[in-house]
Nanobody, 123 residues
Framework: VQLQASGGGLVQAGGSLRLSCAASGSTFRRYTLGWFRQTPGKEREFVAGVSSDGGNTSYADSVKGRFTISRDNAKATVYLQMSSLKPEDTAMYYC?????????????????WGQGTQVTVSS
Protein backbone atom coordinates (compact mmCIF):
# COMPACT_ATOMS: atom_id res chain seq x y z
CA VAL A 1 0.00 0.00 0.00
CA GLN A 2 1.23 3.50 -0.80
CA LEU A 3 0.48 6.35 1.59
CA GLN A 4 0.31 10.10 0.93
CA ALA A 5 0.09 12.44 3.91
CA SER A 6 -1.15 16.03 3.74
CA GLY A 7 -2.68 18.78 5.82
CA GLY A 8 0.28 20.07 7.77
CA GLY A 9 0.97 23.75 8.21
CA LEU A 10 1.62 26.60 10.60
CA VAL A 11 -0.87 27.19 13.41
CA GLN A 12 -0.90 29.17 16.63
CA ALA A 13 -0.91 27.44 19.98
CA GLY A 14 -4.42 26.41 20.92
CA GLY A 15 -5.43 26.00 17.31
CA SER A 16 -6.44 22.95 15.31
CA LEU A 17 -5.32 21.06 12.23
CA ARG A 18 -6.51 17.96 10.47
CA LEU A 19 -3.99 15.69 8.81
CA SER A 20 -5.02 13.26 6.10
CA CYS A 21 -3.28 10.21 4.73
CA ALA A 22 -4.66 8.78 1.51
CA ALA A 23 -3.81 5.24 0.51
CA SER A 24 -3.68 3.54 -2.83
CA GLY A 25 -4.85 0.03 -3.42
CA SER A 26 -8.10 -1.84 -2.92
CA THR A 27 -7.00 -3.60 0.26
CA PHE A 28 -6.96 -0.50 2.46
CA ARG A 29 -9.56 -1.89 4.85
CA ARG A 30 -7.26 -4.79 5.76
CA TYR A 31 -4.60 -2.52 7.24
CA THR A 32 -4.22 -1.00 10.64
CA LEU A 33 -3.00 2.57 10.46
CA GLY A 34 -1.11 4.96 12.62
CA TRP A 35 0.46 8.38 12.93
CA PHE A 36 3.97 9.06 14.16
CA ARG A 37 5.99 12.24 14.51
CA GLN A 38 9.62 13.20 14.57
CA THR A 39 11.66 16.26 15.38
CA PRO A 40 15.29 16.78 14.36
CA GLY A 41 17.71 14.80 16.48
CA LYS A 42 15.00 12.70 18.10
CA GLU A 43 13.57 9.28 17.42
CA ARG A 44 10.27 8.94 15.65
CA GLU A 45 7.51 8.61 18.22
CA PHE A 46 4.08 7.03 18.13
CA VAL A 47 1.11 9.39 18.16
CA ALA A 48 -2.05 7.36 17.44
CA GLY A 49 -3.27 4.13 15.89
CA VAL A 50 -6.58 2.81 14.57
CA SER A 51 -7.72 -0.73 13.83
CA SER A 52 -8.75 -1.94 10.41
CA ASP A 53 -12.45 -1.40 11.11
CA GLY A 54 -11.95 1.82 13.03
CA GLY A 55 -13.37 0.32 16.19
CA ASN A 56 -10.22 0.41 18.29
CA THR A 57 -7.79 3.27 18.77
CA SER A 58 -4.61 3.91 20.70
CA TYR A 59 -2.98 7.20 21.66
CA ALA A 60 0.25 8.45 23.12
CA ASP A 61 -0.29 9.92 26.57
CA SER A 62 0.95 13.28 25.33
CA VAL A 63 -1.94 13.65 22.88
CA LYS A 64 -4.83 11.92 24.66
CA GLY A 65 -7.87 14.14 24.82
CA ARG A 66 -6.47 16.49 22.18
CA PHE A 67 -5.97 14.33 19.08
CA THR A 68 -8.44 11.99 17.41
CA ILE A 69 -7.57 9.37 14.82
CA SER A 70 -10.23 8.09 12.45
CA ARG A 71 -10.48 6.40 9.10
CA ASP A 72 -12.83 6.30 6.15
CA ASN A 73 -12.42 2.96 4.42
CA ALA A 74 -14.61 4.04 1.52
CA LYS A 75 -12.19 6.89 0.82
CA ALA A 76 -9.10 4.87 1.80
CA THR A 77 -8.03 7.69 4.07
CA VAL A 78 -6.95 8.00 7.69
CA TYR A 79 -7.23 11.28 9.56
CA LEU A 80 -5.63 12.87 12.57
CA GLN A 81 -7.69 15.68 14.05
CA MET A 82 -5.43 17.76 16.27
CA SER A 83 -6.86 20.29 18.70
CA SER A 84 -5.47 22.43 21.50
CA LEU A 85 -2.13 22.31 19.76
CA LYS A 86 1.02 23.12 21.71
CA PRO A 87 4.44 24.23 20.51
CA GLU A 88 5.79 20.84 21.57
CA ASP A 89 3.52 19.23 18.95
CA THR A 90 5.73 20.78 16.28
CA ALA A 91 7.17 17.93 14.23
CA MET A 92 7.12 16.11 10.94
CA TYR A 93 4.12 13.81 11.01
CA TYR A 94 4.11 10.46 9.23
CA CYS A 95 1.37 7.94 8.57
CA UNK A 96 2.07 4.22 8.63
CA UNK A 97 0.26 0.99 7.85
CA UNK A 98 0.55 -2.60 8.97
CA UNK A 99 -1.30 -5.77 8.09
CA UNK A 100 -1.30 -6.99 11.68
CA UNK A 101 -2.37 -5.79 15.08
CA UNK A 102 -3.39 -2.32 16.17
CA UNK A 103 -0.48 0.07 15.88
CA UNK A 104 0.62 1.25 19.31
CA UNK A 105 3.67 2.72 20.99
CA UNK A 106 5.10 -0.82 21.06
CA UNK A 107 4.89 -1.29 17.30
CA UNK A 108 8.19 -1.75 15.53
CA UNK A 109 9.33 -2.18 11.96
CA UNK A 110 6.11 -1.12 10.30
CA UNK A 111 6.29 -2.01 6.61
CA UNK A 112 4.52 0.95 5.02
CA TRP A 113 5.18 4.64 5.49
CA GLY A 114 4.02 7.81 3.86
CA GLN A 115 6.13 10.88 3.35
CA GLY A 116 5.95 13.39 6.17
CA THR A 117 3.85 16.49 6.51
CA GLN A 118 5.21 19.32 8.65
CA VAL A 119 3.22 20.71 11.55
CA THR A 120 4.51 23.87 13.20
CA VAL A 121 2.82 25.34 16.25
CA SER A 122 3.81 28.86 17.20
CA SER A 123 3.61 30.14 20.75
Amino acid sequence: VQLQASGGGLVQAGGSLRLSCAASGSTFRRYTLGWFRQTPGKEREFVAGVSSDGGNTSYADSVKGRFTISRDNAKATVYLQMSSLKPEDTAMYYCAADAGHLITSSSRRLPYWGQGTQVTVSS
